[in-house]
């Protein structure tokens, strides 16, 4: 998730001013490797930037020198990948350009947690550019160790653990307040706690109180795309109350988001092992908050597989 209260400001691609009143049209995009700057980078472009992608530290001060204007907002991508990349170098240079009228930097940290790096690197088969000799784990936090300078001193961190890609350009799109904003987006997304709460949630709710449709061995196997599964949740009592409560909370909010000029939201339904009761739920928010004319979409980040016929 964005740590929004650290930014600057929003950034705008068409030569606007953030909070702080001064244009800001570069953008330093950084992290750890896996994390997704890549990625950003991408949708920089998209979004209009001008895009370079590992340009040699050395070059960044004489390429904004004498306080050039950026005619056109610039997104750089730098990390350990970087020829003569280096932590301590990248954090003088920046606060050096903060300090030049008329450029204005801000610093995105892509980030993700070690587990998830660990993933992305062996689903890939992508070698970790501080593997060498030291196992994938070591490689992951000694780089989390030799960048967490950078991150201490960056305006927005973003955690793409369990981001999806379209989350992210929400995310980017909100914060830089880049072209014409669209109507809100809602992310409604199923979990487990025992996988742990999603980073970019701004609404989370525990249906852990609802009777458990794991308890029933017919039930078992199945998740809460299932009817009979919604069935059997509905059969609790404190069921309809809570509905139609979560939506006396849910519902006011809405157009109050929308208000504020959010550009996204992600409501979060979490239970225990995020198959049943939770994929239940997020399925009964999704439709109903697609009935007030909402633009929503629905994920469900830990639900297995249903099995099929005969295994």
Not at 118 to 135: G, V, Y
Not at 196 to 225: I, S
Request: proline share 6%.
């Amino acid at each position: 998730m964005t740590d929004a209260d650290n930014a600057i400001g929003p950034i705008n691609a068409d030569g606007g001013t953030g909070e702080n009143g001064e244009d800001t049209r570069l953008v330093l995009v950084t992290g750890v490797s896996g994390a997704g700057r890549t990625t950003s980078l991408k949708i920089f472009e998209d979004f209009g930037f001008d895009a370079v992608d590992n340009l040699p530290l050395r070059l960044l001060p004489a390429l904004l020198s004498g306080g050039t204007d950026l005619d056109q907002p610039l997104a750089i991508g730098l990390d350990i990948r970087t020829r003569d990349f280096g932590v301590d170098q990248f954090v003088n240079i920046v606060s050096s350009l903060r300090e030049q009228p008329g450029v204005n930097p801000m610093v995105v940290f892509v980030d993700a947690e070690t587990g998830i790096l660990q993933r992305r690197f062996t689903e890939s088969r992508r070698p970790h550019p501080l593997t060498h000799d030291r196992p994938l784990v070591d490689a992951i936090e000694h780089e989390k160790r030799l960048m967490a300078p950078i991150a201490a001193t960056a305006d927005m961190i973003i955690d793409t653990s369990r981001l999806k890609s379209a989350e992210l350009r929400k995310i980017l799109q909100d914060q830089f307040a880049i072209g014409e904003k669209d109507a809100m987006a809602i992310f409604v997304k199923s979990f487990s706690f025992r996988q742990g709460v999603p980073g970019e949630a701004d609404l989370v709710f525990d249906v852990r109180f609802l009777r458990n449709p794991h308890y029933d061995p017919e039930l078992r196997l199945l998740t809460g795309l299932d009817d009979r599964v919604g069935a059997y949740i509905e059969k609790d009592q404190d069921f309809a109350g809570f509905m139609d409560r979560l939506k006396g909370l849910i519902g006011p909010v809405l157009p109050r988001y929308a208000q504020e000029g959010k550009s996204y939201l992600t409501i979060a339904v979490g239970c225990t092992g995020g198959q049943h009761r939770s994929v239940y739920i997020a399925r009964m928010l999704n439709d109903w908050i697609a009935g007030l004319g909402y633009d929503v979409h629905l994920s469900h980040r830990d639900k297995p597989d249903e099995p099929k016929p005969g295994e």
